[in-house]
């Protein structure tokens, strides 16, 4: 869906936007910096674990986002080149995950200081059902923009008359 969203994002500003003109793509820029950098900091958080999971390795250099919010950049093939890397690591990792790593307790400190314990399964799916949640909106406002995203949905509806 990452891909899909930038796809069209790329086609209808083929030419990259400006911020703070007040337009609607203002808003979906921030998100789509808002879900790199979330994502970035939960993959610093999983480093933490005693898998050593190879896919991680580069983001144990990098820094822990300091704002949930920071720009990353304004430039959607930026953000897109960005996208990939990430969503690459993501699926790298979640391939090297094995069935007794999900059981770990996880220990991560959260941006408010707080000490947070969880076990690795549960953490792996809230990392997931945010960048969800993150998507949803990010296609909500690509609708209130009249950017045609087509069809989101996993399971698409064939058309009636069509064979299969």
């Given at each position: 869906m990452?891909?899909?969203?930038y796809?069209?994002?790329?086609?209808?500003?083929?030419f990259g936007?400006?911020?703070?003109?007040?337009?609607?793509?203002?808003?979906i820029?921030?998100m789509?910096?808002?879900l790199?950098?979330v994502?970035?900091?939960w993959?610093?958080?999983?480093?933490?674990h005693p898998a050593?999971y190879?896919?991680?390795?580069?983001?144990v250099?990098s820094s822990i986002?300091?704002?949930?919010?920071?720009i990353?950049?304004?430039d959607?093939a930026?953000l897109?080149?960005?996208r990939e890397?990430?969503?690459?690591?993501?699926?790298?990792?979640v391939?090297?995950i094995?069935?007794?790593?999900l059981?770990?307790l996880?220990?991560?400190?959260?941006?408010?200081?707080?000490?947070?314990?969880?076990k690795?399964?549960?953490?792996?799916m809230?990392?997931?059902?945010y960048q969800?949640h993150?998507?949803?909106?990010i296609?909500?406002?690509?609708?209130?923009?009249d950017?045609d995203?087509d069809?989101?949905?996993?399971?698409?509806?064939v058309?009636?008359g069509?064979?299969l």
């Amino acid at each position: 869906m990452n891909g899909k969203i930038y796809n069209v994002l790329l086609c209808e500003f083929p030419f990259g936007v400006s911020r703070d003109n007040g337009a609607p793509i203002d808003s979906i820029v921030a998100m789509l910096n808002h879900l790199i950098i979330v994502d970035t900091l939960w993959l610093k958080r999983f480093t933490l674990h005693p898998a050593n999971y190879s896919a991680l390795a580069p983001i144990v250099s990098s820094s822990i986002p300091e704002d949930l919010n920071q720009i990353v950049s304004d430039d959607l093939a930026t953000l897109h080149h960005h996208r990939e890397m990430l969503d690459s690591l993501i699926c790298e990792l979640v391939h090297s995950i094995s069935r007794i790593d999900l059981d770990y307790l996880l220990c991560y400190k959260s941006k408010r200081g707080a000490i947070v314990n969880g076990k690795f399964f549960n953490i792996i799916m809230y990392f997931f059902n945010y960048q969800s949640h993150i998507r949803e909106k990010i296609l909500d406002l690509m609708r209130q923009a009249d950017i045609d995203i087509d069809a989101t949905e996993l399971i698409v509806p064939v058309p009636s008359g069509i064979e299969l």
